[in-house]
């Protein structure tokens, strides 16, 4: 069996192929994320991408993300937390017989409001595959993180921030793009200074003009200041995250951001332990194998 594992985001569109056993053979990426494709464009642009992988003989593919959107290829509804492997598994829908199919995303009450993933809970079942673990806290970075806490192999609950969007925002749209560089590399002294000043108990918006002022007064260099807002969004984030951690927090995403919730969490006395690629592929072959 030749398994095609396709993760379709908003922004960009990745997919690999792997052997029986989960293995990686090639890997594909293009950005050509939900957003990018035309009404009616999905077979298209998946034939485009993954059409020779396609023609192998008992191929199938497993697609998770935003292409399981209402604004996607088709719509799989969300899976009400808390939920494991064989939950997720039980609600995944044909795209194109068996041999394409769609995992749903995942969905969560806070307060009479509702909370949703799509992509991130396969990435965290790929997670506990890897590294056997059944509790704890597993964190997401990107646009929108994601905060989950897995008790005995079920995600149980998870809050989402708004944090990369915010950054987005403040850096490029407001006052302080004036004078931040988004561009510049991490500093990690700037990262932390923004870190530790988040815990002032002075809040976010008032915090977040201290990055004009520091430029201001000359008191940090142009090249940290994106670093430092950084650090006050992340550990705001931090601040606020009601969820505990138990032993390790695991980290899952690119080496950029990653990096940056390592830093965030080990100066508030929290191990870590960071997966990349690695988790989508193991949770849609652990999804194929179930489903």
């Known amino acids: 069996m030749t398994w095609i594992a396709v993760d379709w985001g908003t922004s960009a569109l990745r997919g690999a192929r792997l052997d029986d056993e989960g293995r990686v053979i090639e890997e594909r990426s293009a950005a050509r994320g939900i957003l990018s494709v035309p ?3 999905f077979p298209a642009v998946f034939e485009e991408l993954f059409g020779d992988w396609m ?3 008992n191929a199938r593919c497993l697609i998770s993300g935003m292409a399981g959107s209402r604004q996607g290829w088709i719509e799989a509804p969300y ?3 808390p939920a494991g492997l064989q939950d997720v598994a039980a609600h995944i829908i044909p795209v194109d017989g068996e041999r394409v199919r769609m995992v749903p995303g995942l969905s969560a009450e806070h307060d009479g409001v509702p909370d949703v993933m799509r992509g991130e809970e396969v990435q965290i079942l790929g997670a506990m595959a890897l590294t056997g673990r059944r509790d704890g806290l597993f964190v997401l970075p990107g646009t929108h993180n994601k905060w989950a806490t897995v008790a ?4 149980v609950g998870f809050r989402t921030f708004m944090t990369g ?3 987005a925002l403040l850096s490029q749209h407001s006052i302080l793009a004036r004078t931040l560089d988004a561009a510049a590399s991490l500093d990690e002294a700037a ?4 870190v530790t000043r988040a815990g002032n108990g002075q809040g976010l918006l008032h915090n ?4 004009r002022t520091l430029a201001l007064f000359e008191r940090m260099p ?5 670093s430092y807002l950084s650090g006050l969004l992340i550990g705001e984030e931090l601040r606020t995250a009601s969820l505990r951690a138990t032993g390790e927090v695991v980290l899952i995403g690119s080496p950029a951001l990653t990096q940056r919730y390592a830093l965030a969490l080990h100066a508030n006395g929290a191990a870590t332990r960071t997966l990349g690629a690695e988790a989508a592929w193991a949770g849609l072959h652990a999804l194929a194998h179930t489903a």
Do not use: D, N, T
């Open 79 to 81: 899976c009400a937390c």
């Open 165 to 167: 969007e915010f950054y």
């Open 191 to 194: 990262f932390l200074q923004g």
């Open 152 to 155: 005995e192999g079920r995600i």
């Open 222 to 226: 142009q090249a940290g200041l994106g």
């Open 208 to 211: 977040a003009f201290g990055a």
């Open 39 to 41: 009404a009616g464009g």
């Open 55 to 57: 023609r192998a003989p």
